[in-house]
């Protein structure tokens, strides 16, 4: 079997224009413009690469972007202070303070100061709470974009056996509890799993998110699974650097029903995402009906 490959940069310009759209018929009919505030402490490269591309990708919409750079040295007090100001500023309505913050600030002081309903990113514990207990919330943005690419690949999820690999925050459990939203079969697996080719072989759907370069080999693909790839992997290979995913592509294609590729794959989606949580919580503040598929 030859996989279909799940192209998540064409999947991600649908629901960007989707978003665009929403966003026009919500200036046009209720004068109301979403806007997202991201905040970057530090000039770390990859986030300040993140950043960029965020805000670029928010005016692109038709939203407003508001960029908040701070000093790698900025206080906890000064830190909450913007947030304390972004949580009341109605012209806001997503908040992002972009992960890792330097070691001097504690993340979950400073995520949980984030007002619940402005909470893009999904990781207030409300948030994860609200999910938790499948109710309506913030839904994190890579996992959110992994159900949304199944979704529109199998219709259904019902029944199926779904197995995740990696139990992250910001990954692993809440793809996990999405999948068991949509009636899967879930399991966990982590570093600690016993036999981890045996539990992959039985998945319907494989999700990988540890961080390891091609560490899911082919074999352990069932005939006809679709495997979702969330890892990002900076190797070098004959010289060059390249991105590459948890999954080995080249074997697991061989066996796969269809395959999100690395680089095309998830990561387009987890932008076009963000964008779909800001849309979203504006028209909850603001008391309107929700875009339809795009929330959880
Ligand atoms: P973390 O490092 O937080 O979590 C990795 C998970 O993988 C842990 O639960 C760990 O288990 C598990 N793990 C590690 N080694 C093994 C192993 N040998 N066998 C089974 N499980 C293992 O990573 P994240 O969840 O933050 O990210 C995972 C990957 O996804 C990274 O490559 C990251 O770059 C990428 N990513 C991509 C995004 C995108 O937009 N496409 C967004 C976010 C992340 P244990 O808990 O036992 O240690």
Redesign the pocket.
Known sequence: MVAQVIDGKAFAAKVRAQVADQVAKLKEENGITPGLAVVLVGEDPASQVYVRSKGKMTVEVGMNSYEHKLDVDTSEEDLLALVDKLNNDPAVHGILVQLPLPKHLNEDLVINSIDPAKDVDGFHISNVGLLGTGQKSMVPC?PLGCLMMLRDHHGSLSGMDAVV????N???KPMAQLLLGDSCTVTI?????KD?PDVVRRADIVVA????PE?VPGDWIKEGATVID????RIERDGKNKLVG?VDYASAAERAGAITPVPGG??PM?IACLLANTLTACCRVNGLPEPEGLTA
Request: net charge positive; glycine share 18%.
């Open positions: 890579t690999i990696g139990r992250s910001i990954v692993g697996a982590h570093s600690r799993t981890l998110a540890v961080g390891r560490m969330v890892g990002i992997n948890d998830v990561g987890t």
